[in-house]
């Protein structure tokens, strides 16, 4: 099985790369949305404590420096940017790179928190999706103003806008909140957030967007954070939180094939993160990783934004040998992996 997904991927690559030898990117422009795994640094330029633009953070980036990306390195969104044949990641929108003929390309909208409930955002001051879209929109009012409307709407009808949402609704809200886990059943809070992606997907489709990708939920109860705190004393994968993971997953399938029945010429591809992630955890040294229950910084159980920090005792000093970096957050080779799995899946959307 390996060793065929291995071939799939390689494949996968020879074919991204003879389409953008000419120098070009395959799309127009990449647009993000979502929460701590594709922000990009916005919540640098915000009120929160959800933050990651400090050491370790980013100590094995490109630059060598924080960004804040909740990552030691690049995103899983960072390599997709680059398999896509762009020369430059898609700035976060909040920051000053977001500037001038930059933007034509795309934009990072994405703020760590957020989720398709607004309120898990809110809670902790991060931006909601409703702000996302909002920026969106301003974003396509100055893309039009540089190129014209005809160029704009070709731009935004190209683009590919990926989304990622769902896990902070579940682990920093649902979980802990008895506001929420007292009144809704984990399929009733399901249905709340497919229908807050429902509104989104058809926004986006409203001001043109065609081309849309979404992950379902990784196997949250894997994560190391998530064990430490529902894991009951046990360093195993907390199936209750797993099989919620798996049931939003299966609904947020048959929603995104209800959408594609009724928005005409929209390509809407659910990348599955799960079952790659899911591999990596359970059986780490097929995918040439050592560790898959601690991450990397600090005592690897807990530590993830502020948590981690320079300070941290007991942190990696090899990161491609730990799944994951933070007790939330993939490491960049497990993204590195994660995103080679999503070129595969995600040919609908360049063809």
């Not at 790369?17 to 647009?31: E, K, R």
């Not at 939003?248 to 094939?257: A, G, P, V």
């Not at 780490?284 to 050592?290: I, L, Q």
């Not at 595969?344 to 063809?351: A, K, M, R, T, W």
Request: include cysteine.
């Amino acid at each position: 099985m390996e060793a065929s997904r291995s071939c799939s991927t390689i494949l996968a690559l020879i074919l991204v790369a003879s389409m953008v030898i000419n120098g070009d990117p395959l799309v127009p422009a990449l647009c993000i949305f979502g929460d701590s795994v594709v922000d990009a640094g916005n919540n640098n330029n915000l009120q929160t404590l959800i933050k990651a633009n400090f050491p370790p953070y980013g100590r094995d980036f490109v630059t060598h420096k924080p960004t804040g990306r909740f990552c030691n390195g690049k995103l899983a969104a960072d390599f997709t940017a680059e398999y896509l044949g762009f020369s430059s990641y898609p700035p976060p929108y909040l920051s000053q790179d977001a500037m001038g003929t930059r933007i034509l390309a795309g934009v990072n909208f994405a703020s760590a928190a957020s989720g398709y409930y607004d309120r898990t955002a809110e809670f902790y001051r991060a931006m909601t999706l409703t702000q996302q879209l909002s920026y969106y929109k301003e974003w396509q009012r100055r893309v039009a103003k540089s190129v014209g409307a005809a160029k704009a709407n070709d731009i935004f009808s190209g683009g590919i806008h990926l989304i990622s949402a769902g896990s902070s609704d579940f682990i920093q809200n649902y979980y802990i909140n008895p506001l929420l886990n007292n009144v809704y059943t984990p399929e009733q809070f399901s249905n709340l957030l497919l229908k807050s992606y429902s509104n989104f997907i058809q926004n986006l489709y409203n001001l043109g967007a065609r081309r849309i990708g979404v992950t379902n939920l990784p196997p949250t109860g894997c994560l190391p954070t998530a064990i430490t705190m529902f894991g009951s004393g046990s360093n195993k994968c907390v199936s209750r939180l797993n099989q919620d993971a798996s049931m939003f997953n299966t609904k947020l399938n048959t929603t995104s094939e209800d959408l594609k029945a009724n928005l005409p010429g929209l390509k809407l591809v659910v990348f599955d993160i799960y079952q790659p992630l899911l591999d990596m955890i359970t059986k780490p040294v097929d995918s040439g990783f050592f560790e898959s229950r601690r991450a990397c910084c600090g005592t690897g159980t807990m530590e993830t934004s502020y948590l981690c920090n320079a300070r941290s005792v007991g942190t990696c000093s090899n990161a491609t040998e730990y799944v994951f970096w933070d007790g939330f957050h993939p490491s960049q080779s497990a993204n590195e992996k994660l995103a080679q799995s999503l070129l595969e899946q995600g040919f609908d959307l360049i063809s």
